[in-house]
């Protein structure tokens, strides 16, 4: 199964128990539960995470995160209780660190998509369906969407792919109350945040949102917005002067680094065993840059 080119090990740190290494973050745990989120600068692409690291990419990730939950707070309270790194925690981990609240969290990656684009758009082409959902004919990749919809998707472990879902069969899973709360809550967080982009000349085309509860609340609590939320990592971000429907959208992402990998200069066979060769210094520059300037339009803060 793909993976890691170089898997990194934990930091110990006094105080915090490591408790998973995923593509970007690691987390650990604290002496009371809590939950200590660092975004590193490792970057992912076809179901590996590469050996190259793109500069600033974490504490991008984290700051736009933090100014998400801001502005969303009001529709689904955040599980951010500090950005402080605790005591004896290296110097790197500043600007990374987001100390979190432990939640019960739900098993579903939930996406809203407001453009068809990406899976979407494959099955839209062979069904005319979005995980099931009907759509209208004549609609091509980057269209607009008539309304907002919401899709949902399995969580994958490292390696392996999200897998789209039908509704239904997340009300099965989760139950048709918190199902129906999940979708409520992830369109309006969607649409709020959609409107936010587009006055500022980017395009949110979807994103994915990951829920949970406080743990002593039991299955009628609150819901609450946990993870990263509304990255180019997360989310889809096109700019909104370029955005032309009927053919791939320029995005904000990490989109450069899967087209070298793909391209003859690469020399790699994504079908083979070989894990990605490192990334050239200028796809490293531009990559960065593209994140460093999405931030800097959606928060209004140059990036420092």
């Known amino acids: 199964m793909p993976g890691f080119v170089d898997k990194p090990q934990p930091v110990h740190v006094p ?3 490591h408790v998973h290494t995923g593509k970007v973050r690691d987390l650990y745990r604290t002496e009371t539960g809590d939950l200590v989120l660092v975004a590193t600068d490792r970057v992912s692409a076809y179901d590996w995470v590469l050996a190259t690291e793109i500069p600033d990419k974490g504490r991008i990730l984290t700051r736009l995160s933090l100014w ?30 987001m100390v979190c609240r432990a ?6 990656e939930a996406v809203a998509r407001g453009y068809l684009t990406g899976s979407g758009l494959a099955e839209y082409e062979r069904d005319r369906t979005v995980c099931g959902l009907a759509l209208p004919p004549g609609l091509v ?53 959609r409107d936010i982009a587009r006055d500022r000349g980017i395009i949110l085309a979807d994103t994915k949102f990951e829920f949970g ?23 889809r971000f096109w700019r909104k002067a370029e955005w032309e429907p009927g053919r ?19 020399g ?37």
Not at 103 to 108: D, K, N, Q
Not at 219 to 225: E, R, V, W
């Open 248 to 266: 791939p959208q320029k995005p904000y992402d990490k989109q450069l680094i899967r087209d070298w990998l793909s391209s003859p200069a690469a």
């Open 213 to 235: 509860m406080a743990q002593d609340a039991g299955p009628d609590g609150p819901l609450i917005l946990a993870d990263e939320v509304l990255t180019p990592d997360s989310s």
């Open 15 to 17: 105080g915090l128990v």
């Open 141 to 193: 990749d980057g269209s607009e969407l008539p309304a907002p919809i919401f899709t949902p998707a399995t969580k994958a472990p490292v390696g392996e792919h999200d897998e789209n879902v039908s509704y239904e069969e997340v009300a099965r899973q989760v139950g048709p109350e918190t199902a129906a709360r999940l979708r409520q809550a992830t369109l309006a967080l969607y649409s709020r945040a």
């Open 268 to 304: 790699w066979d994504r079908t083979g065993d070989a894990p990605p060769p490192a990334l050239p210094e200028h796809i490293v520059a531009r990559t960065r840059a593209r994140y460093a300037e999405a931030y800097q339009l959606l928060t209004g803060i140059p990036w420092t």
């Open 103 to 108: 939640l019960s969290m739900i098993p579903v």
């Open 68 to 97: 998400w939950f801001d502005q969303l707070a009001d529709l689904v309270p955040g599980h951010v209780i500090s950005t402080e790194p605790p005591p004896g925690a290296p110097e790197a981990w500043a600007g990374r660190v």
